[in-house]
């Protein structure tokens, strides 16, 4: 391909390098928008169950939150119609202040819904003006029953990930600090940390189902899935558990180190549980601290049984081939990237991971190296332009550049279907292609392609690439979650858009 | 006759189903074709005028937004040569004749010069810039609508000469219709057909072309109940086009088409062709239903019913519920809460003699305790109704509004006579589902079988087995 077209082609550890000394531009550009770190907080917030959120701001910061996941929750997963109130703040607010309407807000919101926690969330508009928020919660606490908390998550206040391991590091005050008792009680079990958002889809063998079944398997249970759909009663005894695993470690680590170094609950870090190699490192970290080695290497080696014909002949007919890995979803395709050379024995290419992800997702690029792995990564111009990176011509014309030098017969593509390569591709977003955690996530990935390699011969739909490619159309923008985009993909943030429900991106 | 409710613990808090200004702001201007719309925010923001894109169905490849995404250094020490940045470079990379340059909360506070910084920079921008402060806490989605409407005056050119029989259409995007457009296209085919041109959308796909022009209509019509009064009377004083047809609901059911129709007829002289519209659409209506859903009205008689949604068609539903329908409408929920909607609600009421619980400026928690405390067998409202209905133990509940769980493809118009034909589709297919058996408990007929093992109970035994 053209040199010039190539902004970065080498090993993960050299980016990461020159973005921690300011050598390669880590900013988005504006045509990128991810959610504030409002929404971000909002969305861990909405993972616990009978907590109820006022917004202190104007209505259109509680309104957006709201539409995007209470609607998605409800829509998706038969849960009740959730509320998430608002202050309303309004130009007189802005003026004179905002202190009063909040601690009627606080008062009302107590009476209306008798809620277990009222959480006071701010926005911009009151973090500019100056609220005194805690003052107001720290008064409010004896008039009212619910717990109350301030969580500041302005939207200008950090990137969107702050507002994760904010309310990650925060929710870690509502819990009890164990006693004997309860630790005895709870000595096999485990926390899943770094999950967001309220229930997930009750008919789809999901990721979350999947690390469920595992712990389960070597004899432990499920404490609480924090945040999805936890109670505040399972977070006052979370810290008894045995161990917290991360679901995403990048997500998780912020929670799991916080309950570390208070109450001694030990973490179980290791990066998303893709492939064999992953997951069973994810499950021998979990059963050391439950006493439960020999219960979990006897059902791991059950586990592998069950796939092991199916697995090994893939795993035979892989290795040595290219996977390119779209890397706009990072810890996913870093995920992958370890699964398919740690289990599969193929050649990993990260393509078009946006250098912002090397200083945004630090904790999993860490891991990742401390293990050994480090992948190639290529970042091509398109990928730093205004202009949405994901499915737009200009990136399309370098990926397939770039592909012109690899065999298109011994390469797959790991991304999004709206993506146009010549090599057959393999979307794991798609709801037939879980669960991907464990081992029969790993047959599945494996299975899943074989399958593109199979019909290769098919080629990608005409229909399809109309659909994302129309004449005569110029540049867009990164489109940002919508409303609409959140209620048809259910269960995680997505930027990108025209995915439908059903589909998920792990970030 | 209508008795509007108060409710207790809501005086400083909301449970909104409505956004904010910006999100009405952005509205417009999404509506508007070949518009680049520069936001200066915090990213979370751009999500905002994203659902705006959405509401208009402007697909991701005519997406033409940026985002400064303001932070706290930002904030602090202002962001003007941010926005510059932004405005040049995406100026340069889409090329649109328009550029919006939208301040949201955070902008508006910390007090941007959005004006100055447009002014200075326009000689080196080839796009027109359009300095807009929308700060969300400058009202609800609605008062955006009308912010957005207003920005787009410059853009109308003074005409003393206006076009005889000729009409703008304004805000049919405020509706809670999920393809609105289609009530637009319905309306705009109308007017065809009675030879009255319409001169400008404002807004749905609106060239600056047509907006140029605007003043040149004789005649303004509102498609919304919920914006566009300010803006239409605005018109009026700066064009001197008059707002006509705004007295009645718009043209939902038999009798408010009819009534739209002829009123519509009356200001451009075309009774008889009104007439004729008349006789033939509430003919068709009736064919359809006489084929295809004989039992629409003995089935719904007297149901009891709470409609919950926009003004536009809440207001304008109420005379197909209760006369056509049969129905009895309870309460009447309306998200907005201008005093036009409150004026018209009123007159309708009284023509109807009916008087239902009123909620003006609903929100979940007004929509819960309406649903707890006033007994209704059905709610014609939005997924969120459904719901909440739902929670109350409310078995049917007919989704018809944005936002929906439906999934729409083809364009459907709630409009007119083959919209009353859209409306009541949904309604007959949402009665279906919610009242078919699908939890039948067969193990109690197994043990009546036992218990009693007559001929009639066999057959049901025979049947489960079946």
New interface residues.
């Given amino acids: 391909m053209n040199q010039e077209d190539v902004v970065f082609h080498g090993r993960l550890g050299a980016l990461y390098q020159l973005a921690k000394e300011g050598k390669i531009a880590t900013t988005l550009q504006g045509s990128h928008t991810r959610p504030c770190k409002f929404w971000t907080a909002m969305k861990i917030l909405s993972g616990i169950r009978g907590a109820v959120v006022i917004a202190h701001g104007p209505s259109g910061c509680a309104f957006g939150v709201k539409q995007a996941y209470k609607l998605t929750n409800s829509r998706n997963s038969g849960s009740p119609y959730e509320s998430v109130l608002t202050t309303d703040m309004n130009m007189e607010n802005i003026i004179f202040g905002g202190e009063k309407s909040l601690k009627g807000a606080i008062k009302e919101v107590d009476e209306k819904y008798h809620p277990d926690v009222i959480v006071v969330a701010t926005s911009c508009a009151a973090g500019i003006i100056g609220d005194n928020v805690d003052s107001v919660v720290d008064k409010m606490r004896s008039s009212v029953a619910a717990e109350l908390m301030p969580v500041h998550c302005e939207g200008f206040a950090g990137e969107y990930r702050s507002g994760f391991d904010l309310v990650f590091r925060q929710i870690v005050d509502f819990m009890d600090k164990p006693t004997p008792e309860m630790r005895q009680k709870l000595s096999k079990s485990v926390n899943i940390v770094g999950a967001k958002m309220g229930p997930e889809r009750t008919e789809v063998d999901t990721d979350t189902k999947e690390l469920t079944r595992l712990v389960t398997g070597i004899g432990a249970e499920i404490n609480a899935v924090i945040a999805g759909h936890c109670s505040l009663e399972e977070l006052k005894r979370a810290p008894s558990a045995a161990v917290n695993c991360a679901l995403c470690l990048d997500l998780g680590y912020a929670i799991g180190k916080e309950m570390e170094s208070r109450f001694k609950t030990p973490m179980n870090s290791s990066i998303l549980p893709y492939g064999i190699a992953a997951t069973e490192h994810w499950l021998r970290e979990a059963a050391k601290h439950m006493g439960l080695d020999e219960q979990a290497e006897a059902f791991m080696k059950s586990e592998y049984q069950a796939i092991r014909e199916e697995y090994e002949e893939a795993r035979s007919f892989l290795a040595g081939k290219v996977a390119l890995i779209e890397g706009h979803d990072a810890v996913k395709s870093l995920s992958v990237a370890h699964m398919v050379e740690r289990d599969f024995g193929m050649r990993a290419i990260v393509y078009n991971f946006h250098p912002w992800s090397a200083e945004a997702r630090e904790t999993s690029i860490d891991y990742l190296l401390e293990t050994g792995l480090d992948p190639e990564v290529l970042i091509t111009k398109g990928t730093l332009a205004l202009g949405k990176y994901e499915s737009m011509k200009e990136t399309e014309a370098e990926m397939l550049a770039f592909l012109g030098e690899l065999d298109p017969m011994q390469t797959v593509y790991f991304g999004s279907s709206l993506a146009f390569p010549h090599i057959p591709l393999v979307d794991l977003n798609a709801i037939l292609n879980r669960p991907r955690f464990g081992y029969r996530g790993a047959l599945k990935v494996a299975q899943c392609i074989i399958t593109s390699l199979k019909y290769a011969f098919r080629g990608r739909s005409s229909l399809a690439r109309r659909m994302v490619f129309p004449q005569g159309a110029g540049f867009s923008t990164g489109a940002s979650l919508t409303p609409k985009l959140a209620q048809d993909l259910p269960d995680c943030t997505v930027y990108a858009s025209a995915r439908r429900r059903g589909q998920c991106m792990m970030n | 006759m209508h008795d509007e409710l108060k409710f207790d613990?809501?005086?400083?808090?909301?449970?909104?189903?409505?956004?904010?200004?910006?999100?009405g702001v952005a509205s417009v201007f999404a509506g508007i074709r070949g518009a680049t719309v520069?936001i200066h925010?915090?990213?979370?923001?751009?999500?905002?005028?994203?659902?705006a894109?959405?509401q208009h169905e402007v697909?991701?490849?005519?997406?033409?937004?940026?985002?400064?995404?303001?932070?706290?250094s930002?904030?602090v020490m202002g962001a003007t040569r941010k926005l510059e940045d932004?405005i040049r470079?995406?100026d340069a990379?889409?090329?649109n004749p328009v550029l919006f340059v939208v301040g949201?909360?955070?902008a508006d506070?910390?007090g941007e010069d959005l004006d100055g910084i447009c002014r200075n920079l326009q000689p080196e921008i080839k796009g027109k810039l359009i300095p807009v402060t929308a700060?969300?806490?400058?009202?609800?989605?609605y008062a955006g609508i009308e912010m957005g409407l207003e920005a787009l005056l410059p853009f109308v050119k003074k005409s003393e000469t206006k076009i005889p029989n000729s009409v703008n259409l304004i805000a049919p995007h405020a509706s809670v219709n999920p393809t609105w457009w289609a009530d637009l296209d319905w309306i705009q085919g109308l007017l065809e057909g009675f030879g009255i041109k319409v001169v400008s959308r404002i807004v749905r796909d609106t060239t600056l072309a047509e907006l140029d022009k605007a003043g040149e209509a004789s005649a303004n019509i509102l498609l919304s109940h919920d914006a566009g009064y300010g803006f239409a009377k605005k018109f009026e004083r700066l064009h001197g086009v008059p707002l006509i047809l705004s007295d009645i609901p718009l043209p939902v059911g038999l009798g408010n088409t009819s009534r739209w129709l002829k009123a519509l007829a009356s200001h451009f002289n075309a009774e008889g062709l009104a007439d004729f519209m008349i006789t033939n659409g509430e003919e068709k209506v009736a064919d359809i239903l006489r084929r295809r859903a004989l039992m629409m009205i003995p089935r719904y008689r007297n149901c009891r019913v709470a409609v919950s949604g926009d003004a536009t068609f809440a207001i304008s539903s109420l005379r197909m519920l209760f006369q056509e329908l049969e129905m009895i409408p309870e309460a009447v929920l309306v998200r907005s809460k201008s005093k036009e909607a409150r004026a018209l609600l009123a007159k309708e009421c009284a023509d109807l003699g009916i008087s239902p619980k009123i909620v003006f400026g609903a929100d979940?928690?007004k929509i819960?305790q309406v649903l707890k405390d006033i007994p209704v067998d059905a709610v014609l409202g939005s997924?969120?109704e459904t719901?909440?209905a739902?929670?109350e133990g409310i078995r049917i509940a007919f989704d018809a509004f944005t936002?929906t769980?439906r999934d729409v493809y083809v364009d459907r118009a709630y409009f007119g006579y083959d919209g009353m034909v859209n409306l009541l589709e949904i309604i007959g297919n949402d009665w279906e589902r919610a009242l078919r058996s699908r939890d039948i408990q067969w193990d109690l007929y197994e043990e009546r079988r036992t218990v009693l093992p007559t001929k009639e109970t066999e057959r049901v035994g025979t049947a489960k087995i079946a």
């Fill in positions: 613990n809501c005086a400083h808090s909301s449970d909104p189903l409505v956004g904010c200004a910006l999100e520069v925010s915090p990213q979370g923001c751009a999500a905002t005028v994203a659902a894109f959405d697909d991701f490849t005519k997406r033409k937004i940026a985002c400064t995404r303001l932070f706290e930002d904030i932004l470079q995406s990379k889409f090329g949201t909360c955070a506070i910390i700060g969300g806490f400058r009202g609800d989605a979940g928690y819960q997924a969120w719901y909440m739902k929670e936002p769980n």
